[in-house]
């Protein structure tokens, strides 16, 4: 089964540091762009980072010079160092990979189900 599983989610105050993790499983022959979106219940999924297999990033300005995402390709991993948290980065997180499956030829884009992130005092 080929999947994304994140974790590292949890409650944090404000100005404090989280690192979430998402690993795919099952049989991926390539990963080319990894991503983390956001979503608060009744807003639409909002786009916070994204990181090419060259190691190109961008950010949502919301996150630039706070967040910082980074990959390992061995691992089949990306993670978001998320640092100096705001209230507004509540949001449940999901990770997000367009992988490319052993003898297939075309990328399929998987989701994660999603981990928690609550910035509380």
């Known amino acids: 089964q080929v999947q994304l599983v994140e974790s590292g989610g949890g409650l944090v105050q404000p100005g404090g540091s989280l690192r979430l993790s998402c690993v795919a499983s099952?049989?991926?022959?390539?990963?080319?762009?990894m991503a983390w979106y956001r979503q608060v219940p009744g807003k639409e999924r909002e786009l916070v980072a994204t990181?090419?297999?060259?190691?190109?990033?961008n950010y949502a300005n919301s996150v630039k010079d706070r967040f910082t995402i980074s990959r390992d390709d061995a691992k089949k991993a990306v993670y978001l160092q998320m640092n100096s948290l705001e209230a507004e980065d509540t949001a449940v997180y999901h990770c997000?990979?367009?992988?490319?499956?052993?003898?297939?030829?075309?990328?399929?884009?998987?989701w994660g189900q999603g981990t928690l992130v609550t910035v509380s005092s």
């Open positions: 990181i090419t297999q060259y190691g190109t990033t």
């Open positions: 997000k990979a367009a992988v490319l499956l052993s003898g297939r030829y075309t990328y399929l884009e998987l």
């Open positions: 099952g049989s991926i022959s390539r990963i080319s762009v």
